[in-house]
């Protein structure tokens, strides 16, 4: 029998105790081998074990100096392991507590350990990487995973921490250089000012996207220029494009060389908007209710849909709708021109599959501005106009490349969906170390 009551023989003493390799490989903690394996009377399993022999030299070496330490005392500890399916793993690792033989170092005493149970931790090393996997990887708040493994949440919050800056820690060597990204900010959680030794926290986030992998590059407080140009300046000698909603602060802080891409879902919804502002300020009301007109939704929100998706007889309702009187004309004039620029839009290589001729652009470009000019007294036209020329060479850069700020925009949306998932943070670090996590994918 060996030393777990199996059938075979006893394998060589460790500190006069004998172990069973089959009981160890099954416990799987690299550096411990099992002594004994018994019920715990609870309807869990306690697993007695010891430091391997191989690296007694190892966990004997002082933690400050690398000392061999001298036995002072045989402590046993009860490091929490993962369950074996359904059931609970007691383990109880009697170690050594150690002596420091060098006089000048200011670690007096030690006790043994090892990487897979690290020093003053409670968790062994796997079972803190389980925590911090469920956090980071499957997306659970830190209570529902603290709950889950049966810990404190400040203990799961710290188990997170390890395991994200670990896998974190050599993000840009993997991710790559960086060629095109995209830049926007979301709304980070309630202000707060500067007091007490406390660091000041922002309501947004400026967050870097990388448009090749999808990854997080990284975030910064602040919707600003500095908060862009503090993300933008460690990519500045490999990025070629940088993909942006009209943000002018962002724009201001482009690093030299650098082709500015406008995004071109932000250029429909300002032409979108300029509808809306129409419509406020022609007071505008149709004669009939909209169900009345046979629409299934309100005018002016049916003027938001791409006319290619309407239904023809709602295309036709909406056109006499408007047609009737001067307002709605006015109304309409904007409408043509969202969908000028939507026909600019449509020439990208996303939508055509091949990049379009620069002349191709052009035209469409000049066609939106004419029309824009014979209707120059609708307010909303002459603003939208006035917009697209001040991004005149980044939207041209946006449909000759094709590229957009979608990720950067999905993963805003992730973001704030961690946020709710959180209850938010209070820390704009751990916020920005989650967010990270969710939205950076390896290689």
Same mark, same amino acid.
């Given at each position: 029998?060996?030393?777990?009551?199996?059938?075979?023989? &006893?394998?060589?003493?460790?500190?006069?105790?004998?172990?069973?390799?089959?009981?160890?490989?099954?416990?799987?903690?690299?550096?411990?081998?099992?002594?004994?394996?018994?019920?715990?009377?609870?309807?869990?399993?306690?697993?007695?074990?010891?430091?391997?022999?191989?690296?007694?030299?190892?966990?004997?070496?002082?933690?400050?100096?690398?000392?061999?330490?001298?036995?002072?005392?045989?402590?046993?500890?009860?490091?929490?392991?993962?369950?074996?399916?359904?059931?609970?793993?007691?383990?109880?690792?009697?170690?050594?507590?150690?002596?420091?033989?060098?006089?000048?170092?200011?670690?007096?005493?030690?006790?043994?350990?090892?990487?897979?149970?690290?020093?003053?931790?409670?968790?062994?090393?796997?079972?803190?990487?389980?925590?911090?996997? &469920?956090?980071?990887?499957?997306?659970?708040?830190?209570?529902?995973?603290?709950?889950?493994?049966?810990?404190?949440?400040?203990?799961?919050?710290?188990?997170?921490?390890?395991?994200?800056?670990?896998?974190?820690?050599?993000?840009?060597?993997?991710?790559?250089?960086?060629?095109?990204?995209?830049?926007?900010?979301?709304?980070?959680?309630?202000?707060?000012?500067?007091?007490?030794?406390?660091?000041?926290?922002?309501?947004?986030?400026?967050?870097?996207?990388?448009?090749?992998?999808?990854?997080?590059?990284?975030?910064?407080?602040?919707?600003?220029?500095?908060?862009?140009?503090?993300?933008?300046?460690?990519?500045?000698?490999?990025?070629?494009?940088?993909?942006?909603?009209?943000?002018?602060?962002?724009?201001?802080?482009?690093?030299?060389?650098?082709?500015?891409?406008?995004?071109?879902?932000?250029?429909?919804?300002?032409?979108?908007?300029?509808?809306?502002?129409?419509?406020?300020?022609?007071?505008?009301?149709?004669?009939?209710?909209?169900?009345?007109?046979?629409?299934?939704?309100?005018?002016?929100?049916?003027?938001?849909?791409?006319?290619?998706?309407?239904?023809?007889?709602?295309?036709?309702?909406?056109?006499?709708?408007?047609?009737?009187?001067?307002?709605?004309?006015?109304?309409?004039?904007?409408?043509?021109?969202?969908?000028?620029?939507?026909?600019?839009?449509?020439?990208?290589?996303?939508?055509?599959?091949?990049?379009?001729?620069?002349?191709?652009?052009?035209?469409?470009?000049?066609?939106?501005?004419?029309?824009?000019?014979?209707?120059?007294?609708?307010?909303?036209?002459?603003?939208?106009?006035?917009?697209?020329?001040?991004?005149?060479?980044?939207?041209?850069?946006?449909?000759?490349?094709?590229?957009?700020?979608?990720?950067?925009?999905?993963?805003?949306?992730?973001?704030?969906?961690?946020?709710?998932?959180?209850?938010?943070?209070?820390?704009?670090?751990?916020? &920005?170390?989650?967010?990270?996590?969710?939205?950076?994918?390896?290689?």
């Amino acid at each position: 029998m060996d030393a777990t009551g199996c059938a075979g023989h &006893a394998q060589a003493e460790s500190r006069g105790v004998q172990w069973c390799p089959e009981a160890t490989l099954l416990l799987g903690i690299p550096g411990l081998i099992v002594t004994c394996v018994a019920e715990d009377g609870e309807g869990g399993t306690e697993v007695h074990a010891v430091t391997h022999p191989d690296l007694d030299e190892q966990a004997r070496a002082c933690p400050e100096c690398g000392s061999r330490g001298v036995i002072k005392q045989r402590p046993s500890t009860t490091p929490r392991d993962l369950p074996w399916g359904r059931r609970v793993i007691r383990l109880k690792w009697r170690k050594r507590r150690l002596t420091c033989k060098n006089r000048k170092c200011p670690v007096k005493t030690f006790t043994e350990w090892l990487p897979a149970v690290p020093r003053r931790k409670r968790l062994t090393a796997r079972n803190r990487d389980a925590i911090g996997a &469920a956090i980071g990887d499957d997306l659970e708040s830190v209570s529902a995973a603290a709950r889950r493994h049966g810990v404190t949440e400040r203990t799961a919050q710290a188990a997170f921490n390890d395991y994200a800056d670990r896998e974190l820690a050599d993000l840009d060597e993997r991710s790559g250089p960086v060629e095109a990204a995209g830049i926007d900010e979301f709304r980070r959680g309630a202000p707060r000012p500067a007091s007490g030794g406390r660091e000041a926290r922002s309501k947004w986030f400026t967050h870097l996207v990388d448009l090749g992998t999808g990854g997080t590059l990284g975030l910064a407080q602040e919707r600003t220029g500095e908060a862009g140009k503090s993300l933008t300046s460690a990519h500045e000698d490999t990025m070629r494009y940088l993909a942006m909603d009209l943000s002018a602060p962002y724009r201001s802080t482009v690093p030299d060389g650098v082709t500015v891409i406008a995004d071109p879902f932000h250029l429909v919804q300002s032409a979108n908007k300029k509808i809306d502002a129409a419509f406020r300020r022609l007071s505008y009301r149709t004669e009939h209710d909209y169900k009345k007109l046979g629409l299934p939704r309100p005018l002016h929100a049916m003027l938001r849909h791409n006319i290619e998706d309407l239904a023809p007889d709602h295309l036709d309702i909406i056109l006499d709708t408007l047609d009737s009187d001067a307002d709605g004309q006015q109304i309409a004039v904007v409408w043509i021109a969202k969908e000028q620029l939507r026909k600019l839009l449509a020439l990208r290589v996303t939508k055509t599959g091949s990049t379009p001729a620069p002349s191709a652009v052009r035209d469409r470009l000049i066609s939106f501005y004419l029309w824009c000019a014979d209707h120059v007294h609708v307010p909303e036209l002459k603003t939208l106009a006035e917009t697209i020329e001040k991004w005149q060479q980044p939207v041209i850069d946006a449909v000759l490349t094709g590229y957009s700020n979608a990720k950067a925009e999905a993963h805003n949306r992730t973001a704030k969906l961690i946020a709710r998932t959180a209850r938010g943070f209070a820390s704009p670090l751990n916020q &920005a170390r989650r967010v990270r996590m969710a939205t950076t994918r390896f290689v």
